[in-house]
C-alpha cells in the first residue's frame, strides 16, 4: 500500500472500482446507504487499478479505525459527472491522490463551473442531494462490517 516513490496515475477506466469505508449500521432495513453517509465533496476513496484491493480501504487509517468496516464501491463509469443547477455547472470527476502510507487513494472531487470545490457550505444543498441519491444509486457492496451481521 505504501507509495514508495510510485507517481500519480491520472488515468481510470470505467470498470475500475473507487471503494469507501463505512461503519456498521450506515444501511438501513431497506439495503440503501444513509444519504448521510455519501461525503460531499471529495468522497476519499481508494482505487482497485494494479494491485489495489477494496480490504485495503479497511487499513487506510492509521488509528485502524476502520479495521472493522464495511467496504462499498462505485465504478468509475458510474460517477455522477454533470449537474445543471441553473445557472452552475457541476462536475465530478476522480482525482487519484496518492499518501505516502496509501498508494491507492484517491477523492472523487466536485468542481463549480470548472473550479475545484473544497467545502460544501457553499454548495448547493439541491446539488449535494441530488449527487449523493445518484451514488447511492449505483454502489456495490463489497464487504460487510467485521463485527455485525448487518451492513
Not at 102 to 131: M, P, S, W
Not at 138 to 143: P, R, S, V, W
Request: proline share 7%; glycine share 8%.
Amino acid at each position: 500500500m505504501h507509495r514508495r516513490d510510485r507517481p500519480e496515475d491520472p488515468h481510470f477506466v470505467g470498470t475500475e472500482l473507487l471503494c469507501r469505508a463505512y461503519p456498521p449500521g450506515s444501511f438501513g432495513s431497506d439495503g440503501r446507504l444513509s444519504l448521510a453517509r455519501v461525503a460531499f465533496p471529495d468522497i476519499s476513496t481508494n482505487r482497485t487499478k494494479g494491485e489495489g484491493k477494496p480490504e485495503y480501504v479497511r487499513w487506510a487509517h492509521r488509528d485502524g479505525l476502520f479495521l472493522t468496516w464495511g467496504v462499498w464501491g462505485i465504478q468509475v463509469a458510474d460517477l455522477p459527472r454533470r449537474l445543471v443547477a441553473d445557472p452552475a455547472i457541476w462536475t465530478f470527476a476522480p482525482e487519484h491522490t496518492p499518501q505516502d502510507t496509501n498508494y491507492y487513494h484517491c477523492d472523487i472531487r466536485a468542481f463549480l463551473n470548472g473550479v475545484h470545490q473544497k467545502g460544501d457550505a457553499t454548495i448547493d444543498e439541491e446539488v449535494q442531494l441530488r449527487f449523493r441519491v445518484l451514488i447511492r444509486k449505483k454502489i456495490q457492496h463489497l464487504l460487510r462490517p467485521l463485527d455485525s451481521d448487518a451492513a
